[in-house]
């Protein structure tokens, strides 16, 4: 008798996508290992916060709280039964032939896996504004973390500043807790944002809470905003000057500034892997290129936000059809997916609405002085980037190894975006004929020790 040996499934992510994928696999029969960077599975979006924190889920999570708790109770319950193998607190930092680095509490330990689904999220989309680079400066998704995590505001007086939902959310949730929000300023326009109406109204409960949001900032919200420079003293941020929707400048003093324009797609693992890139115009922003399913080829498969920009919804979704095309690649009974897939288009239709409605700023950016900061990590100004641009043909490779903009510790996540825009408006062609930076590993600052094995 020849006996054949399980599939080894690896997930990467425990958030929505990574959730349902693995608990599609486990209704199948499967043992999938999940590995993610939080201490207890739910992602950024369902982040939970340590052990004795008082808050409830309804606070923590809004409307969205019964999903939250679903989700968690859900994970947990599969844990602990020993149905999947739950490696918190690691990160996925290389992957090579079938094989996954991961850095935990113990070093670094390999992985191997037959069908590998990366379910790694998205991450805060920012754009550079004179004077960023100094300290009190934060992204929204940090803001957010540090409320929901820890139930603390960054800041005395705080200014949130881009555009898309979250940066709405964020200002209601810091309003909510106590903190002095003293104003919440949007770069898109009323006119932009109900020039996408009819596309939003795929999903009208959602639009419509925030709406809700929005009303609870109250006079704290501006729309049709001019970012001009965040001015800072010894101690930090001290002002944001900007001008509203009618011209008049306005300066806002302040201690910390949180900042936002959406998300971008966590690709940096789909790109080691070998998957494909399609630049998304819309987005304005290069994504990995699957099926409807989320098949990327040679054995990867892409769901949630690292892939398709579509919240904790659709995260859902394409973590199940994610599953079930291994499952079927498999050869494993898998379960219909009509249904899903009708939900899906739905969701993005009201995803393409969102992009459309709060666009990201690349007429500000391409108005960046030379004397501005694109690259925090590096120190690389606007100049810099203008220059290597010229030096090197317009490709963002060239521009990269010229500048070193895009080398520091978060391997271009915050810089990249803003350094093609440049280097494209330079160079006089679109941001997608300039190309993006290839993945490098490790994808995550490590340290050289935990690479080394006793003996």
Not at 150 to 172: E, F, H, K, N, Y
Not at 288 to 310: F, H, Q, S
Request: hydrophobic residues 45%.
């Amino acid at each position: 008798m020849i006996e054949t040996r399980a599939p080894r499934i690896a997930i990467v992510g425990a958030g929505p996508a990574g959730i349902r994928a693995a608990a599609t696999l486990v209704e199948a029969g499967l043992h999938p290992v999940v590995i993610d960077e939080g201490h207890s599975a739910g992602g950024q979006i369902y982040r939970r916060p340590p052990a004795g924190f008082t808050r409830t889920p309804q606070e923590l999570y809004g409307s969205e709280a019964a999903k939250a708790c679903a989700l968690h109770v859900l994970f947990d319950k599969l844990a602990e039964e020993g149905r999947l193998t739950h490696c918190a607190r690691s990160s996925v930092i290389a992957t090579h032939k079938d094989r996954l680095y991961v850095l935990g509490e113990g070093g670094v330990q390999v992985i191997s896996y037959d069908r590998l689904i990366l379910a790694t999220g998205a991450s805060d989309r920012v754009a550079p504004v004179p004077g960023w680079q100094g300290a009190g400066v934060y992204s929204l998704g940090a803001a957010q973390i540090a409320l929901e995590a820890q139930g603390v505001a960054l800041g005395r007086r705080i200014v949130l500043i881009g555009s898309g939902p979250l940066l709405t959310l964020v200002g209601a949730q810091l309003v909510k807790a106590g903190a002095e929000v003293a104003a919440v300023l949007d770069t898109s326009s009323w006119r932009q944002q109900l020039q996408a109406f009819w596309q939003l109204a795929a999903r009208p409960v959602v639009a419509l809470r925030g709406l809700v949001l929005r009303a609870r900032l109250g006079d704290r919200y501006h729309a049709g905003v001019t970012l001009e420079r965040i001015e800072a003293d010894t101690s930090g941020v001290a002002a944001l000057r900007w001008r509203d929707a009618g011209g008049r400048e306005r300066l806002t003093p302040c201690d910390m500034i949180g900042m936002g324009w959406h998300l971008r797609a966590e690709a940096h693992l789909a790109d080691l892997t070998g998957c494909a890139f399609i630049y998304d115009e819309q987005w304005r922003q290069w994504l990995p290129k699957t099926d409807e399913m989320g098949r990327a080829g040679n054995g990867v498969y892409l769901a949630g936000d690292g892939v398709r920009l579509l919240g904790a919804d659709g995260a859902e979704i394409a973590g199940r059809l994610a599953a079930v095309a291994c499952l079927s690649d498999l050869g494993c009974p898998a379960p219909p997916v009509s249904a899903d897939l009708r939900k899906l288009a739905r969701l993005e239709r009201f995803a393409r609405g969102l992009a459309c409605a709060f666009p990201w700023p690349d007429e500000m950016v391409r108005a960046l002085p030379d004397d501005a900061i694109v690259c925090r990590c590096e120190n690389v100004s606007a100049k810099a980037v203008r220059e290597s641009a010229d030096f090197g043909g317009g490709e963002a490779n060239r521009v990269k190894s010229l500048s070193r903009v895009g080398m520091g510790r978060c391997q271009g996540r915050y810089c990249q975006l803003a350094a093609v825009e440049l280097v494209a408006a330079q160079a006089g062609c679109a941001p997608n004929a300039v190309g993006r930076f290839r993945g490098q590993a490790p994808v995550r600052p490590a340290p050289v020790g935990a690479f080394l094995r006793d003996g």
